[in-house]
């Protein structure tokens, strides 16, 4: 709860406002970004297309291997208004200004479990009433409840999100990128073995528990050079994958091709505007009539249709790259040879880091270096 932000608030209210948010009520004034207040009842919130369309396209980026610096170029160059900009632009005020994209907006939303359909509330906190300021709760804190909403995003995109923020937010460009980085584990104390860099280049893996806490003995080195550590640990995994069923695991595959899915979501997101493009042309005649009847100055109604002109004309640049971009996925989708992809795949031809989390979920060592890999594709794609 925000104890402190309800200084001022009565006990009872207080405790109102707990049970609302346990029941999964919205509760906040506005909704997030992707996301409107449901007209029709106001503890609920429904998907805002507009920016919904964005809130995919960044998860897409992300998941494709953007960094998030990448991301927040890319909206600034095609001048997506930023969250704060864009409440106010359908509050109906115009802004000129566009407003940069940071990159802790990006984050925090990569990492919001709303986007898959929980309401998550209690997240942040004000220290006092009169402090703008706000901290984010720690996360025992936050009141969530599961599925009270449609999720934007689905949740294994979601999921594949969280897993690049462990594997992939701590390479930094300065050090080298490990393999095997972030997939190891220590059997004995079960803690992260991180891989240190010697002043040669050379890798050197140590558990972090040890690391961190030598003097106190809670754990033993788990030292080995990590040259030794990664061929060792491909070919225990190329010899399992070997035994993979292909066909399944090349249907299953094109079930669940990003391409295609891309392609489902593109074709919604038409339909939501060739709606909007539609309901222009009504809503302009509408007004014209208005505008007959003398029910509207001519001032009014020039103003009226200049802003749905507006409208319909971004729905309509929108559709069009929409349209190309449609096409475009549709050429490369058919041309995809599933069998090679999963051959190549299931060899390990080139094992990356997203082929490994593909694959396994981590690798636990001991300290006399017995390995053991825990795989993620299981029966019955293992035979
Ligand atoms: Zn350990």
């Known amino acids: 709860m925000d104890t402190k932000y309800n200084e001022d608030t009565s006990d009872k209210v207080k405790a109102t406002i707990y049970t609302k948010k346990r029941e999964g009520k919205h509760l906040g004034a506005t909704a997030i970004y992707g996301y409107k207040k449901n007209p029709k009842d106001k503890y609920k919130i429904i998907i805002d297309e507009k920016s919904a369309i964005v809130v995919r396209r960044i998860f897409e980026m992300f998941v494709n291997g953007n960094s998030i610096q990448m991301i927040c170029k890319t909206l600034d160059k095609e001048q997506i208004p930023i969250p704060s900009v864009y409440k106010n632009l359908n509050r109906g005020q115009k802004s000129v200004a566009y407003g940069h994209w940071n990159t802790k907006t990006i984050w925090d939303m990569l990492k919001n479990e709303m986007y898959i359909g929980n309401m998550c509330q209690c997240v942040n906190k004000r220290p006092a009433v009169s402090v703008k300021k706000i901290i984010k709760n720690p996360k025992d804190?936050?009141?969530?409840?599961?599925?009270?909403?449609?999720?934007?995003?689905?949740?294994?995109?979601?999921?594949?999100?969280?897993?690049?923020?462990?594997?992939?937010?701590?390479?930094?460009?300065?050090?080298?990128?490990?393999?095997?980085?972030?997939?190891?584990?220590?059997?004995?104390?079960?803690?992260?073995?991180?891989?240190?860099?010697?002043?040669?280049?050379?890798?050197?893996?140590?558990?972090?528990?040890?690391?961190?806490?030598?003097?106190?003995?809670?754990?033993?080195?788990?030292?080995?050079?990590?040259?030794?550590?990664e061929?060792?640990?491909?070919?225990?995994?190329?010899?399992?994958?070997?035994?993979?069923?292909?066909?399944?695991?090349t249907s299953t595959l094109k079930k669940s091709d990003r391409t295609l899915v891309k392609i489902k979501q593109l074709e919604k997101e038409k339909e939501h505007?060739?709606?909007?493009?539609?309901?222009?042309?009504?809503?302009?005649?509408?007004?014209?009539?208005?505008?007959?009847?003398?029910?509207?100055?001519?001032?009014?109604?020039?103003?009226?249709?200049?802003?749905?002109?507006?409208?319909?004309?971004?729905?309509?640049?929108?559709?069009?790259?929409?349209?190309?971009?449609?096409?475009?996925?549709?050429?490369?989708?058919?041309?995809k040879d599933y069998e090679k992809i999963v051959s190549d795949y299931l060899a390990l031809k080139k094992p990356n880091r997203k082929v490994l989390s593909a694959l396994i979920d981590k690798i636990i060592i001991d300290e006399d270096k017995n390995i053991e890999i825990k795989y993620k594709i299981r029966t019955p794609f293992l035979t």
């Open 273 to 335: 505007l060739e709606s909007v493009i539609n309901m222009a042309q009504k809503k302009d005649d509408d007004a014209y009539m208005d505008k007959l009847d003398g029910n509207i100055t001519f001032e009014t109604y020039s103003n009226i249709r200049n802003r749905i002109l507006a409208e319909k004309e971004e729905a309509q640049v929108k559709l069009k790259a929409h349209n190309e971009l449609i096409d475009n996925l549709k050429g490369k989708s058919i041309n």
């Open 141 to 229: 804190k936050w009141i969530i409840v599961p599925n009270t909403h449609e999720p934007i995003i689905d949740k294994e995109t979601f999921e594949l999100a969280q897993k690049m923020f462990g594997k992939n937010s701590h390479i930094t460009k300065k050090t080298k990128e490990f393999l095997l980085k972030g997939f190891l584990y220590c059997r004995e104390c079960g803690h992260t073995i991180g891989i240190n860099t010697s002043h040669n280049g050379k890798g050197y893996c140590v558990c972090n528990f040890y690391r961190k806490f030598s003097k106190e003995n809670y754990c033993t080195p788990h030292s080995m050079p990590y040259s030794e550590l």
């Open 231 to 249: 061929p060792l640990i491909l070919r225990e995994i190329k010899k399992v994958v070997r035994k993979a069923n292909k066909e399944l695991i």
